[in-house]
């Protein structure tokens, strides 16, 4: 019993003495490196230099690939934040006497829809009609007058550059008012406060202009609304069309996750209240969203591979000066081996000083790449992402371009003959 807890004893000595032969080895390898460094700061200060900015490099392109991202996707949402726009696709509905007509969408289709479906935060019917208006002086203009909604200012979020988008008030009483669109207003009257307060002739019956819009972004004529469009309210509108046949109904969602569930739901409703043949779509952002976001962040890995081009140049850099440094320091190498260094703490003398040049480069590297977005975050009115991945990927990278070309000068200095070493002059 004693012969065992003697050998449990002596066995605890032993591993106890092994760590701590292993740790003053390696805390004076790192004193080794850190005393190799500061006799020759200028040399290695030049060799961090390209890791420096490789590093940086990483941190600022992932940066300006995600600012890029945030700023495509806010500009595609800009077009209508959580929208859902249902339309009218194709098949017809057979009448008296085997005529067909196309079956489109009715306000009770939407009344149906906004009842039935939670988390519609705004709806909007649209009717469409084109005409020849009167502005005034004889001068006639074709125009696009969308009958729809108050709500749909909201929908589509339009930006008022002057007066006011009609109300609820104007809708119910069927007032004869109008909002038209920026480059119209500027092609008729100069500017867009300007066209506040004039009259238009819609089949004969004076609109009075009272408002100025435009979209979020330009769309270049791919969405309902042109550089001829005219807004009048829908209750106005289905006396000109003589019809309550819809071509566009829009909602809008509470949240963005319920976006892509609401639009299955909207045209199962729809659908269920037409004709079988009859086929609509509706349109949404989210998969423009996902795809833009998909290619921003294909372009922004390309980008980072690219970047990490300057870290590899930097650590051939490393390597040529890791030889040059195991070349001055033959002798000491002999003296280390003489006092009983064997191979292996020689391989990671030399291999720790080239992971102590990459790493510190990439630390500084790094710390300029974040600076710089979080400095004009601080000092400037502009919000900058910044993807703190970028920084780990960047000094992950430096430890690896250390190891790699740090392998070859270690390898050397460790397979130095000691009687020869200690003869180099």
């Avoid at 009715?106 to 009344?111: A, G, N, S």
Wanted: net charge negative.
């Amino acid at each position: 019993m004693a012969t065992a807890q003697h050998h449990r004893t002596r066995d605890t000595f032993d591993n106890t003495l092994r760590s701590a032969r292993s740790t003053v080895a390696f805390r004076e390898t790192l004193n080794l490196a850190y005393d190799s460094f500061c006799s020759s700061k200028t040399r290695f200060l030049l060799t961090m230099l390209g890791m420096v900015i490789g590093s940086a490099s990483i941190v600022l392109v992932a940066t300006v690939g995600l600012t890029g991202k945030q700023y495509a996707l806010n500009m595609i949402s800009g077009l209508g934040p959580n929208k859902v726009e249902m339309q009218y696709s194709g098949g017809v509905a057979m009448g008296p006497g085997n005529v067909s007509s196309p079956d489109f969408m009715t306000i009770e289709d939407l009344d149906a829809v906004t009842s039935q479906v939670p988390g519609i935060l705004y709806s909007s019917p649209m009717l469409e009609f084109h005409d020849n208006i009167a502005v005034g002086d004889g001068v006639h203009k074709d125009a696009m007058l969308l009958g729809v909604s108050p709500q749909y200012k909201q929908i589509r979020n339009l930006k008022m550059k002057a007066g006011r988008f009609f109300d609820d008030q104007d809708a119910t009483s069927h007032a004869k008012v109008a909002d038209i669109v920026g480059p119209m207003a500027r092609e008729l009257y100069g500017s867009y406060d300007a066209a506040i307060g004039q009259t238009l002739s819609i089949h004969g019956i004076p609109f009075t202009i009272i408002g100025v819009f435009t979209e979020s972004m330009d769309t270049f004529g791919q969405s309902e609304i042109s550089e001829h469009t005219l807004l009048v309210p829908y209750e106005v509108a289905r006396y000109f069309t003589g019809s309550e046949e819809l071509k566009e109904i829009f909602f809008s969602m509470d949240s963005a996750k319920d976006v892509q569930p609401a639009a299955v739901r909207i045209t199962d409703i729809i659908k269920s209240r037409h004709r079988p043949t009859s086929e609509y779509q509706a349109q949404t952002l989210t998969d423009v969203l996902s795809t833009m976001a998909s290619i921003a962040n294909m372009l922004t890995i390309v980008l980072i591979l690219a970047s990490t081009i300057t870290l590899i140049v930097s650590g051939v850099g490393i390597m040529n000066s890791m030889l040059a440094n195991v070349q001055s320091r033959i002798k000491e190498i002999g003296i280390r081996k003489a006092l009983g260094a064997t191979s292996r703490e020689i391989r990671l003398q030399f291999l720790t000083e080239a992971v102590f040049l990459s790493l510190a480069g990439g630390l500084v590297g790094t710390i300029i790449g974040l600076a710089i977005p979080i400095s004009v975050g601080l000092f400037t009115p502009f919000a900058i992402p910044i993807n703190y991945w970028a920084a780990v990927i960047a000094l992950s990278t430096s430890v690896i371009v250390g190891v790699i070309f740090g392998t070859l000068p270690a390898n050397r200095a460790a397979l130095l003959d000691p009687v020869a070493t200690l003869k180099y002059e």
